[in-house]
């Protein structure tokens, strides 16, 4: 079923569960993580970037593909479809237009006072649709010459201000996770997790979820994140799996084949990441 992210996040946060956002790129990609989740029995967020909404064609090519997935494959899993890291105003209520039932506004990289104000067009936007809102507060860093996450951490503070002045559903704090394969030395900030957990009722996201250990997951999970954002492991499972298949299958023409061969790669991986809250 359809549903916004607020009530499948509300009861995670309650039973310390984690629901995951997988991010999609294709129809291949949709079916994968649709079919996954709903044979494991879990909620999921797909998660559309504006990057992967441009690829597709638009925002009503996503939505549709979605929503037929999940009528013609018969998906019984609570499902929600959320646009990751809208850069304004305009693109969330395009999205929310689309159908869309969840949508990050990302203004981090304003003050505080002018990301609450943008925040607050789209929670008063998305309100009258029954959408849920997330939004991000602090800067997601980069990997240094050191390795180490030099973005700038949300504080509790501003965290507080930020989501009483705003209304959001959810939010994502910077806590020292990067965008991408993480390779560098970890910077996450637990005790500011967990000062946040206990202080706010909304349920907390961590971005840049690839590239950490499984067992680092499961002490963000502890710490109190609910929601975990995942997109650069699947490529890269996908990516490999197609490359490791094309070493031997060179004369395969049919994209069906080509593509398909890293479908069990995207399965697996999404197992293996809804496997921490086992
Ligand atoms: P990763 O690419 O590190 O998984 O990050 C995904 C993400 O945070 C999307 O918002």
């Not at 995951?20 to 989740?37: D, M, P, V, Y």
């Not at 037929?68 to 959320?82: E, F």
């Not at 559903?169 to 946040?196: C, F, M, Q, R, W």
């Amino acid at each position: 079923m359809l549903v916004n992210s607020k009530k499948m996040l509300q009861k995670a946060k309650k039973e310390n569960q984690v629901v995951f956002q997988f991010n999609i790129n294709n129809l291949e990609w949709t079916r994968c993580i649709l079919e996954e989740c709903d044979r494991l029995k879990v909620p999921v967020i797909l998660g559309a970037s504006e990057g992967a909404i441009k690829y597709m064609g638009g925002y009503d090519v996503v939505a549709s593909i979605c929503f037929s997935l999940i009528s013609d494959l018969n998906i019984k899993t609570d499902v929600c479809l959320h646009l990751d890291h809208g850069s304004s105003v305009e693109s969330c209520k395009q999205a929310i237009d689309a159908g869309f039932n969840s949508v990050m506004i990302d203004t981090s990289h304003l003050p505080l006072k002018d990301n609450i104000e943008k925040v607050q067009e789209v929670v008063s936007y998305a309100k009258n649709a029954n959408v849920s809102v997330e939004a991000e507060i602090g800067s997601m860093g980069q990997i240094n010459q050191e390795g180490l996450s030099i973005g700038t951490n949300a504080n509790l503070k501003d965290t507080l201000t930020f989501v009483k002045e705003t209304g959001i559903d959810s939010v994502a704090p910077s806590v020292g996770t990067v965008h991408g394969i993480y390779k560098g030395k970890l910077n996450i900030d637990y005790k500011l997790i967990k000062e946040l957990a206990t202080s706010l009722k909304v349920p907390l996201v961590l971005h840049g979820g690839s590239g950490l250990d499984l067992e680092i997951l499961k002490k963000c999970k502890e710490a109190g994140i609910t929601k975990i954002n995942i997109n650069s492991d699947i490529q890269e499972a996908w990516s490999k799996s197609v490359k490791e298949y094309l070493k031997t299958n060179s004369e395969v023409i049919d994209p069906r084949k080509i593509i398909g061969s890293g479908f069990k790669a995207i399965k697996d991986m999404v197992a293996a990441k809804i496997n921490i809250n086992n």
